[in-house]
């Protein structure tokens, strides 16, 4: 199996392999890897290969899109015409999307194999992909460890080579926190950069949709056909997409990156820190200058973000009700009592806990005390990253203070699994484009990820510094093994 898209599209190219045989190849990476890390909810073999008899056409007839033939997995909460799409959620389990999301609608028409459906928390909710009703998603370098989340499924199809990119949905760190946790590279956008059209909300002024890739080359190819304006979104800008492939290669010369005190602050696993400290020595030695930075806002990120987002997901779950979507087995006859039953029965626990915890910020007497408040401190955080910009050209920092944690070590404990956020969350109260890239491995072989935060609309600014540091390392071409049975 191919381990890079940029490998994979020559060999497609230059005829050494069809489209057939790759998804073939990926559909047999996946009979072997899934038992082992249920990185898929669902898997579409049929329409897959379908898709892919298609593609090997067009290749012949010279008429091959940037993405043609290549296996692409996309996450549950993104709608799609073929399979399912569920959000990993019992109230949505036969729900079928009659349209695709922007985003798949423009995978499509670049020739991707849409490959299945990634399993993820429920309803993009959680750290650690353990709170989806599909089961947990396993780290496929320790299977016994998580994957992180929310995006873990898709992070995991792309770190066990089931696949050659995906796309996740990143909230307050659901692409970084998985990608850094699986060594993979994954990629939240500036917020409006990508089209929401057809993905299923969390909190609508935070989600974004990224690419996952093995390296930074692929995660851009990928990038480049999903960004860009959509009428379908009214908060897709207007900004013009950039040529992000030619900015690959650049050297970093004359870059400034700020290096926040805070983010080394927090209780940091001291092989993480060592492992960021050494990536930020490497991109000096490419010729970038860092200087120390303070963004004292930092501690203020989490709370905010956890009030802000846990009102908007009250809101957009209001329209789960057991009446519209999917096919419930309700036995109440009174429709608030069927209400009750199926928001009871079908919703998983932190899908509960978000609803009461937001349902409680919006009520009277605490929304002016709770939910303006913590949009003061939004706008105060935005304010606070704009003067940083106006001193450096990008932020580095851990993507987390530790590497992937145990299954069930935090399950159980909300207030831990949401400070797992905290050096993700601050770039997403932000709205603004963040990176993680492989910055090496700990001790026991856990990847370790450098996270970049630009200013807004910037990311071919990220790619070329995380490509620039990528080259210069080893990291990317490693590949976790397949554990015995």
């Known amino acids: 199996m191919f381990n ?10 230059n005829q050494e392999i069809s489209a057939m045989e790759l998804t073939r190849q990926s559909l047999d990476q996946i009979n072997q890897w899934e038992p082992h890390i249920n990185a898929f909810n669902e898997v579409l073999p049929d329409t897959a290969l379908t898709a892919a008899g ?14 043609s033939g290549l296996p692409i997995s996309i996450k549950d909460v993104i709608c799609t015409t073929e399979g399912h799409t569920t959000a990993s959620s019992k109230i949505l389990a036969n729900f079928t999307s009659p349209y695709d999301a922007t985003v798949v609608s423009r995978l499509k028409k ?25 089961g947990p998603v396993s780290n496929p370098w320790q299977i016994d460890k998580v994957s992180g989340g929310s995006s873990g499924g898709s992070i995991a199809s792309v770190a066990s080579g089931e696949v050659l990119g995906s796309l996740g949905t990143d909230t307050g760190g659901s692409i970084r926190l998985p ?53 379908n979104d009214a908060t897709s800008a207007p900004n013009r997409v950039a040529d992000y492939a030619s900015h690959l290669g650049r050297d970093i010369k004359g870059l400034t990156i700020g290096i926040p005190g805070e983010y ?16 930020l020595a490497e991109l000096k030695k490419l010729g970038a200058k860092t200087v120390d930075i303070s963004l004292p806002l930092t501690w203020a990120a989490i709370p905010a973000y956890y009030i802000l987002v846990k009102a908007e997901a009250s809101s957009n779950l209001a329209r789960y009700d057991g009446l519209r979507y999917g096919q419930l087995d309700l036995s109440a006859e009174e ?44 706008v105060k955080i935005r304010r606070e990253f704009a003067a940083a910009f ?11 203070a530790e590497t992937a944690f145990a299954k069930g070590a935090k399950k159980d ?32 072989h856990l990847p370790i990820g450098l996270q970049l935060i630009a200013p807004p609309f910037q990311e071919e600014l990220l790619f070329q510094t995380a490509h620039a540091y990528e080259q210069s390392q080893t990291w990317w071409q490693e590949i976790p093994s397949l554990p015995s049975s």
């Open 54 to 67: 298609e593609q090997d056409e067009l290749i012949i007839a010279n008429k091959a899109g940037p993405l």
């Open 110 to 134: 670049a020739g991707a194999i849409i490959i299945g459906k990634a399993n993820c928390d429920e309803f993009a909710m959680g750290g650690s992909n353990e709170y989806s009703s599909f």
């Open 390 to 400: 106006t001193q450096v050209d990008l932020i580095a920092g851990p993507v987390s």
């Open 179 to 231: 990608a850094s946790f699986c060594g993979v590279v994954g990629l939240k956008p500036t917020y409006g950069r990508v089209s929401r059209f057809g993905a299923i909300a969390y909190a609508s002024s935070f989600d974004q949709i990224g690419p996952i890739g093995h390296t930074v080359a692929d995660t851009a190819a990928i990038f480049t056909v999903i960004a860009g304006p959509d009428s």
């Open 413 to 444: 404990d909300p207030l831990a699994m949401y400070l797992a956020d905290l050096l993700t969350v601050p770039a997403s109260v932000a709205g603004l484009p963040a990176i993680s890239v492989p910055a090496g491995f700990s001790q026991d």
């Open 335 to 378: 429709l608030i009592a069927r209400y009750i039953e199926a928001r009871g029965r079908y919703f998983g626990p932190e899908v509960i806990r978000s609803l009461l915890m937001g349902t409680y910020t919006l009520s009277a007497g605490y929304f002016d005390a709770w939910y303006k408040q913590a949009a003061k401190v939004r």
């Open 4 to 13: 890079t898209i940029k490998s994979a599209r020559a060999a497609l190219r």
């Open 264 to 279: 080394f602050d927090t209780a940091i696993q001291p092989e993480v820190a060592a492992a960021i400290k050494a990536a």
